[in-house]
């Protein structure tokens, strides 16, 4: 009797942790930009505060910027949380940058019919970098990706060409040359394969997932995330950038007018804050100093 009542409380155990297992997701699906690492940073928190199973990330962007993309990269791999980055939905991809974001994740895994790769550097504006720049920039983005996907126990030489070569892979192919773990069709299909998975984390410590019934917890961007991220596309900031200048201009042509050189600063500042030119925080900063200067005029 004692001993089936043991059993009983055990299974009665493993359905209360099955019910209480939750998953934290939090789309990446634009340009990678410094608002893109606060945006994680901030899902992390939520997975931590909420005893999360695992932070999933889904992947859907071009690239970005690669000071932010390190930046994301040391979050990541210092989570508490295991981290599952998926490229999704299908047709999507982890282009450039998005590709060491997807080889950061403890278990990275692909939709059907997505690709990723092409992880060369190129410059913001477009032309070409000076040769020597060039293959330190290169030889310090391949370093760097090799670091990360030997530690997770991944094709090292074939990531490397993504850097050097720009080589890009279908789902597919990126699973046969041990680029990725798993190929999973939707989410559900994904915390299936997933549940009962071990993982070793990049400290070494090994933990096993347990996603089956999991609820999935959204991440909701503040509406200063939702905000910049919207400005964030490169060709928005520069249309940002020449409106602002094109008002800044208007004013000083014709002193007095007030509305362009007031919408022309402000546009101005979004645009060189939208290209990583201006830091967020200064920003914010330059911005409130332009309201009391203009308290002050007025």
């Keep these: 009797m004692s001993a089936r009542f043991a059993s009983l409380v055990f299974a009665l155990l ?13 789309n990446v699906d634009g340009v990678v930009h410094p608002v893109t690492f606060e945006i994680i940073s901030h899902a992390i928190d939520q997975a931590r505060q909420q005893e999360a ?56 895994a692909m939709a059907p019919g997505t690709n990723t790769g092409a992880a060369s550097p190129v410059l913001l504006i477009g032309g070409q970098m000076d040769a020597v720049m060039r293959r330190k920039v290169e030889n310090d983005a391949a370093a760097s990706i090799r670091s990360l996907v030997s530690k997770r126990g991944r094709n090292a030489e074939l990531a490397e060409k993504t850097v050097l070569e720009a080589r890009s892979f279908t789902d597919g192919e990126a699973l046969t040359h041990r680029l990725i773990d798993l190929v999973a069709r939707d989410q559900d299909d994904l915390l299936r394969q997933l549940d009962g998975r071990e993982v070793t984390r990049f400290d070494g410590r090994k933990q096993t997932l347990r996603t089956a019934g999991a609820s999935v917890a959204e991440y909701r961007r503040t509406m200063r995330e939702s905000i910049i991220s919207s400005v964030s596309d490169p060709n928005l900031a520069f249309i940002l ?16 007018l007030i509305a362009p050189g007031v919408a022309g600063a402000i546009l101005a500042l979004l645009g060189l804050s939208a290209l990583s030119v ?10 409130l100093v332009l309201a009391l200067v203009l308290f002050a005029l007025e």
């Design 53 to 108: 199973s695992l932070l999933l990330i889904r992947l859907n962007t071009p690239g970005g910027l690669m000071e932010a993309t390190r930046q994301i990269v040391e979050r990541l791999v210092a989570s508490p949380v295991p981290v599952v980055t998926y490229v999704a939905p299908s047709g999507g991809r982890a282009a450039s940058a998005g590709f060491f974001l997807l080889e950061a994740g403890d278990i990275a």
């Design 241 to 256: 950038l020449i409106l602002g200048a094109l008002g800044l201009y208007v004013e000083f042509s014709n002193p007095g």
């Design 14 to 26: 493993v359905c209360l942790s099955a019910q209480a297992a939750r998953v934290v997701a939090v």
């Design 278 to 287: 201006l830091p967020i925080n200064f920003t914010g900063v330059a911005l």
